[in-house]
Nanobody, 128 residues
Framework: QVQLVESGGGLVQPGGSLRLSCAASGFTVKDFGIGWFRQAPGKEREGVSCVSSGDGNTYYADSVKGRFTISRDNAKNRVYLQMNSLKPEDTAVYYC?????????????????????WGKGTLVTVSS
């Protein structure tokens, strides 16, 4: 019933931009909150950004602050991640997942692959 589908990944040159989309079904993103995470080969999955439930407070990892912008479209039940000024170190598979209080994406709480809902990810490659 519950499903999250990421899209928008691809190959982009350093300094370029991409917009990722997280389409949700079976639940309301406004009620649950959505976090963006990424995982590079050989590295741990890390939180990137999050929009919390309710009023939609936003959070960003220090590594992306000022470059990435998360937004929520309640009418379309989607969450977006606008990524600007991309760097090679941004290369990773990007996932969206439920994160109601943004405790997972901010590192305050361990990632939960069991109880939380995760998409399958979309690959972002930043290279010249």
């Amino acid at each position: 019933q519950v499903q999250l589908v990421e899209s928008g990944g691809g190959l982009v040159q350093p300094g370029g931009s991409l917009r990722l989309s997280c389409a949700a079904s079976g639940f309301t993103v406004k009620d649950f909150g959505i976090g963006w995470f990424r995982q590079a080969p050989g590295k741990e999955r890390e939180g990137v950004s999050c929009v919390s439930s309710g009023d939609g407070n936003t959070y960003y990892a220090d590594s992306v602050k000022g470059r990435f912008t998360i937004s929520r479209d309640n009418a379309k039940n989607r969450v977006y991640l606008q990524m600007n000024s991309l760097k090679p170190e941004d290369t990773a598979v990007y996932y969206c997942a439920t994160d109601t209080l943004c405790l997972k994406s901010t590192g305050s709480l361990a990632l939960d692959y069991g109880s939380d809902y995760w998409g399958k990810g979309t690959l972002v490659t930043v290279s010249s």
